[in-house]
């Protein structure tokens, strides 16, 4: 049997190409899940330019977000049954979800929340798990001090767009976000910023608010580009965190005299070296759907595109390259 997928096209691997890719058997640990919708983020993206260069010997399937339906369930897997509706962001390792099917380890989902439809969903899972992880398990600004500061750079994208509730909800801190343009900048404090700033001259935009340092930093955009007004503007003993990768040295020495802290956050990790606490990735997508279900957060979707095509996916790949989307962007079928 075989399933419908759009992958990187080995022979030309700036296109993407539609194929019947092979159905496997789930393993121990695994579901089968019938995909219904599949968010595009900046790692597709990332993962596309690389195999670009590196070159394919086979199809290469990208998608780390979901929702959709439980077909099939490993021997070992507890909590799931043929039928349950789930959601997920998967594991960079594995086949993606730009698929009519996918296995995904089942202690990394959880239960979709039932308030939100198949794209609302989708676009949660890798935003909402990159957030929680650099918040609560990198910064750990659930334990701060009333009175502590918050700097997100990168406010109003999908990360930026949970990591903004969170640590509203689950923190003391005050929350300060970048964003650069007006629609941006009250998407942020829709979603809870108490303060919002433009990125292009952050200490003078913190001076006007009479700040002239922060406690932590999550930086969610061009490390290399903010690095060296991160290293000015974060407190002694501060913390800073940031899912980008540098591509150029770090001059560490502020860090160092501060005796600050630099945190990175991959949310995959857990997933590609198989933690012994891999399946707190399912228990913060459970309470995440808590959450989204008792109407604390909301879905951070901005633009649905539909059917599983070359096209769509295409297109997708294109708005999240253009560095203009607020929220997300997913593909139904």
């Known amino acids: 049997m075989t399933i419908k997928a759009i992958a990187v096209n080995p022979e030309k691997p700036e296109q993407f190409f539609e194929f019947q890719a092979k159905n496997c058997i789930p393993g121990d640990y695994d579901l089968r899940v019938e995909v219904r919708a599949a968010s595009v983020n900046p790692v597709d993206t990332k993962v596309h330019k690389g195999v670009q260069k590196s070159g394919l010997q086979q199809p290469r399937i990208l998608g780390w977000?979901?929702?959709?339906?439980?077909?099939?369930?490993?021997?070992?897997?507890?909590?799931?049954?043929?039928?349950?509706?789930?959601?997920?962001?998967?594991?960079?390792?594995?086949?993606?979800?730009?698929?009519?099917?996918?296995?995904?380890?089942?202690?990394?989902?959880?239960?979709?929340?039932?308030?939100?439809?198949?794209?609302?969903a989708a676009a949660i899972p890798l935003?909402?798990?990159?957030?929680?992880?650099?918040?609560?398990?990198?910064?750990?600004?659930?334990?701060?001090?009333?009175?502590?500061?918050?700097?997100?750079?990168?406010?109003?994208?999908?990360?930026?767009?949970?990591?903004?509730?969170?640590?509203?909800?689950h923190s003391k801190v005050t929350i300060i976000a970048t964003a650069s343009r007006p629609d941006s900048a009250q998407w942020c404090k829709d979603r809870g910023a108490d303060m919002v700033i433009d990125y292009k001259d952050m200490p003078a935009e913190l001076e006007k608010h009479g700040l002239k340092q922060v406690d932590y930093i999550f930086c969610l955009n061009d490390t290399d580009g903010h690095w060296e007004t991160m290293a000015k503007l974060i407190a002694p003993q501060g913390h800073i965190c940031t899912i980008v990768e540098n591509e150029h040295p770090l001059n560490m020495e502020q860090l160092k005299l501060k005796s600050a802290s630099l945190h990175f956050e991959f949310m995959f990790t857990r997933s590609m070296f198989t933690t012994p606490d891999i399946s707190r990735q399912g228990d913060i997508l459970h309470q995440t759907a808590k959450l989204l279900d008792e109407g604390k957060i909301t879905t951070s979707l901005s633009k649905t595109l539909h059917g599983l095509s070359v096209e769509t996916l295409t297109e997708a790949h294109r708005l999240v390259l253009d560095g203009h989307m607020r929220g997300k962007v997913v593909v139904t079928w």
Do not use: C, M
Request: aromatic fraction near 8%; glycine fraction near 14%.
């Open 65 to 120: 977000d979901a929702s959709g339906v439980v077909l099939e369930v490993g021997s070992k897997v507890s909590g799931f049954r043929p039928g349950d509706e789930v959601y997920y962001a998967g594991d960079i390792t594995r086949p993606g979800s730009n698929s009519s099917q996918q296995l995904v380890d089942a202690r990394i989902v959880s239960h979709k929340p039932t308030s939100l439809n198949w794209a609302e």
């Open 127 to 169: 935003t909402a798990l990159t957030a929680w992880e650099g918040l609560f398990d990198r910064l750990h600004i659930d334990q701060a001090e009333e009175g502590k500061t918050l700097l997100i750079v990168g406010g109003a994208g999908g990360v930026g767009s949970l990591a903004i509730p969170f640590a509203r909800l």
